[in-house]
């Protein structure tokens, strides 16, 4: 039997005989050890390659995406400006048409004015048209006569909505815009207010409305 001396660590805290068996088996297990010790490095340094790839393919997919969205912003951005100069240019249109209508409308409703107390009077109603609409021919009335009183009573939908104006004579002579479509309003179960020289008001029973209308009148008729 051969005798051989084998230390352990890094240096030697006891000393063994082994036979030449034992020594090739102790060689045998720790060159195992570092096999498996490699094996396992090897397979960790795969698996960090294999995440590095898969993280890359996604960084790749990502920015092809990316690329993609910012050409349809630009195609989309495109249409937008394209969308926004034709409408823009159709709004200047509509607006010039509607100032057509309104001033067609002012001209042909000054002509129904009569005298009350000493104001020009326009007691008027109407079906189916837009306040705003109401009020830019109340302007455009007013600025031909400043002695004039609009007072419109707009039936839609079951409801009613009176807009009323004053020219500037009219005003320095007591007339309140305001007070008018006030007074109105809670003839027919509504109610609201506004300025002097314009204001919008609004009624439930349509049915009150020609009281409504006498009213209005015998106000005027006392300024």
């Given at each position: 039997m051969i005798m051989t001396n084998l230390y352990m660590g890094s240096h030697v805290t006891n000393e063994r005989f082994l036979s030449k068996d034992q020594v090739i088996a102790e060689l045998k297990s720790r060159i195992d050890c570092l096999e498996n010790e490699k094996v396992r490095r090897c397979n960790e340094n795969i698996n960090r390659m294999s995440e590095n790839m898969q993280l890359h393919q996604e960084l790749e997919q990502a920015q092809e995406e990316i690329s993609y969205l910012k050409?349809?912003?630009?195609?989309?951005?495109?249409?937008?400006?394209?969308?926004?100069?034709?409408?823009?240019e159709s709004r200047k249109e509509i607006e010039q048409l509607k100032n057509q209508i309104f001033a067609l409308k002012s001209n042909e409703w000054v002509n129904e004015t009569v005298s009350l107390g000493s104001v020009n009077?326009?007691?008027?109603?109407?079906?189916?048209?837009?306040?705003?609409?109401?009020?830019?021919?109340?302007?455009?009335l007013k600025a031909k006569d400043p002695n004039i009183v609009c007072f419109f009573?707009?039936?839609?939908?079951?409801?009613?909505?009176?807009?009323?104006?004053?020219?500037?004579d009219a005003v320095s002579k007591g007339v309140h815009a305001g007070q008018l479509v006030k007074k109105a309003a809670q003839l027919c179960s509504g109610n609201g207010g506004g300025k002097p020289d314009m204001a919008q008001a609004g009624g439930k029973d349509i049915s009150k409305l020609n009281e409504a209308f006498e009213a209005i009148k015998s106000e005027l008729a006392n300024i």
């Open positions: 050409h349809e912003l630009k195609i989309s951005k495109k249409y937008i400006d394209f969308w926004e100069d034709n409408y823009s009077a326009l007691i008027k109603k109407v079906e189916g048209m837009d306040a705003g609409a109401l009020k830019d021919i109340v302007s455009n009573g707009n039936v839609s939908n079951d409801k009613i909505v009176f807009v009323s104006g004053a020219g500037k």
